[in-house]
């Protein structure tokens, strides 16, 4: 690496420093106590899959560069210089850490590991080493951004063709649009992802509640989130939020995908409109009597937890009682809620294959879902739906992954 | 419009995010430069993933074909 280079990334590890990150980096005491809540050191057990492991790199070119200590005397703490080594052990720490923040939970100090790898992935875009799949998919979102109108016709197209399986759930009372499109004045805007069964039974639950709403015409999910690409994050996120204001909604409802609902809600400052996971538009229209569904699930199900929406958005109990209301055999997963295992599909894993890895560093997550004894599980983020699935059929652990909304869809009653 | 004649058909029908733009990214290294693939989908949000997909990676969309239960998008290798 030359000196250009070295100097740039110095630069780019400065401007994450601010006070939150400064005390993250200076205040961990080795005490280990975040060591077992990785369910990736629990899987593999090795150090630097450990948060104080992964964080440790960063803290020593910290030291190295931030620091007087590091400055005048860097034999002392084992300080590290920025080179092409270091970026590859940037790449270990952060490519192998799934942002669930469950180490968080435990650490004394509530050293946020999540964001110290926003250093590690930051650094990676500036030393053009980054999973360039990640870029490729963020920089695909934001075109669509730029270009909307050119696939508007295509787009609407679409989603007609699709009506027939939303009316296959739920008829929409006469008059009203299957799937509205670009309504001005509606009280939802629904955002989805790209494929139609994170549309159809979405679309089918709120024509059943005869909620005003409107599909958007983006997809929820963030890569530039995944990448820890702060520009890209928002300029995703604004085609969604720019939507939103010209359509002069009250709430924009959040398909199930974790990191999308953390962006929107939490990373994307202050909006004229609520931002809700869909699940909880569900959760309300059951309370208000709005919907009615039968117990339709005899066999033993239970629910998975994912981080974004849980232990960092704070989403537990609106799905418990969702489920109350469509299954007759709940069984928790142990631990669970704010403590619950991440899925170990988080962080961009799921989009970026890495197959071996994902199964290997998740054996806890099979062994826990295993443990239930549940033939079903259910959640709401398409990123743990992947990777649930696939730890499924890795571990042979015979177990059925499902939407939870797509649950609800099929536990409709029409009167 | 020429007819189009497709080096391979590709099954992306009812695969979750963001697997079919993971896939054809894969795929379209795997075919000669001027090559065309034919993807089959059922996601809405293809059409616009695709050519913005093409956009950002200097390939093209020569053509994408709806019906119901299934979209069709012809990509051809540009490079």
């Known amino acids: 690496m030359d000196a250009a280079t070295q100097d740039m990334l110095k630069n780019l590890f400065e401007t994450k420093l601010n006070s939150a990150m400064r005390l993250y980096l200076e205040t961990c005491t080795h005490c280990g106590a975040c060591v077992e809540a990785c369910h990736v050191y629990n899987s593999m057990p090795e150090m630097r899959y450990s948060s104080v492991g992964r964080s440790e790199i960063i803290r020593k070119v910290f030291l190295k560069y931030f620091k007087l200590q590091g400055k005048i005397a860097p034999w002392l703490g ?28 435990y650490c004394p100090f509530g050293i946020d590991t999540q964001m110290i790898m926003g250093i ?22 934001i075109a669509k951004g730029e270009d909307a109108e050119a696939s508007k016709a295509g787009f609407e197209e679409a989603i007609a063709n699709i009506e027939p399986e939303v009316e296959a759930l739920w008829k929409t009372a006469p008059g009203k649009k299957t799937i ?53 994050m928002m300029a995703i996120a604004q085609r969604i939020i720019a939507e939103a204001e010209r359509l002069k909604v009250k709430t924009v409802a959040i398909v199930e995908c974790g990191t999308a609902y953390r962006v929107m ?27 009615h569904t039968t117990k339709n699930i005899a066999e033993k199900l239970t629910y998975h937890d994912p981080c974004q929406v849980a232990r960092n ?71 743990c739906q992947t990777q649930l699935t696939d730890l499924s059929e890795h571990y042979e652990l015979g177990v059925q992954v499902d939407s939870l909304a797509n649950l609800v869809a099929h536990a409709l009653i029409q009167e | 419009m020429e007819s189009i004649t497709a080096v391979k058909v590709l099954d992306y029908k009812g695969l979750s995010c963001p697997m079919p733009i993971v896939k054809i990214s894969m795929e379209i290294g795997k075919v000669a430069v001027g090559d065309v693939l034919e993807v089959h989908t059922t996601d809405p949000g293809s059409i616009a993933d695709f050519p913005a997909w093409a956009k950002t990676t200097g390939h093209e969309i020569v053509e994408i074909k709806q019906e119901p239960g299934l979209i069709r998008i012809f990509v051809r290798r540009k490079k």
């Open chain 1, 78 to 105: 084992e300080t590290i210089e920025l080179d092409d080594v270091t970026m590859d052990r940037f790449y270990d720490a952060a490519y192998s850490c799934t942002g669930c923040r469950r180490c968080m939970m």
């Open chain 1, 120 to 141: 590690a992935k930051l650094l990676l875009i500036g030393a053009d080493k980054e999973p360039k799949l990640l870029t490729m998919l963020a920089d695909m979102s």
């Open chain 1, 180 to 232: 509205p499109l670009n309504v001005e004045g509606a009280d939802i805007l629904y955002v989805a992802l790209s494929p139609k069964h994170s549309i159809i039974p979405a679309a089918a639950i709120l024509n059943a509640a005869d909620a005003s709403w409107t599909l958007s015409s983006f997809e929820a999910v963030n890569f530039g989130a995944f990448m820890g690409d702060s520009k890209r």
């Open chain 1, 265 to 291: 809600k939490q990373q994307t400052g202050k909006h004229p409109f609520e931002v809700v996971a869909f699940v909880e538009l569900i959760a309300k229209f059951l309370r208000e009597g709005k919907i």
């Open chain 1, 313 to 383: 958005g704070g989403v537990y109990e609106d799905p418990r009682y969702v489920i109350s209301q469509i299954a007759s055999d709940f069984k928790e997963m142990t631990p669970n809620r704010e403590m619950n295992w991440c899925c170990g599909g988080g962080g961009g894993l799921v989009a970026m294959g890495e197959l071996e890895f994902r199964m290997k560093s998740s054996r806890v997550k099979a062994d826990q879902v295993k443990a239930s004894g549940a033939g079903r599980i259910c959640t709401i983020c398409e990123n």
